[in-house]
Nanobody
Framework: QEQLVESGGGLVQPGGSLRLSCAASRSVSGVLAMGWYLQRPGNQRELVATITTAGGRTNYADSVKGRFTISRDTAQNTVYLQMNNLKPEDTAVYYC?????????WGKGTLVTVSS
């Protein structure tokens, strides 16, 4: 059973918007925070945004501040990443991560392509 499942990626023109979703299995427990990360071809994964379980505090990479918003629906066990004013350099595979007391969980990723 997959612990985290991302969706919402696709092809969008520069300046456009997408909303990514990350649905967590009910079996995922001990989560301190949820995060979105991106990985461009040949590069390491890098942080996009996180949101804490307690208090819902958010943190963003400087490159996405003012354009991306991370949010959560606790009842649905889902975390979202609203991405606005997308740029070609946002093109990457986006991964969801559950930051836990124990081993972290990663989703399989969803591809976002920003191109005209």
């Amino acid at each position: 059973q997959e612990q985290l499942v991302e969706s919402g990626g696709g092809l969008v023109q520069p300046g456009g918007s997408l909303r990514l979703s990350c649905a967590a299995s009910r079996s995922v427990s001990g989560v301190l925070a949820m995060g979105w990360y991106l990985q461009r071809p040949g590069n390491q994964r890098e942080l996009v945004a996180t949101i804490t379980t307690a208090g819902g505090r958010t943190n963003y990479a400087d490159s996405v501040k003012g354009r991306f918003t991370i949010s959560r629906d606790t009842a649905q066990n889902t975390v979202y990443l609203q991405m606005n004013n997308l740029k070609p350099e946002d093109t990457a595979v986006y991964y969801c991560k559950a930051i836990r007391f124990g081993p972290d969980y990663w989703g399989k990723g969803t591809l976002v392509t920003v191109s005209s």
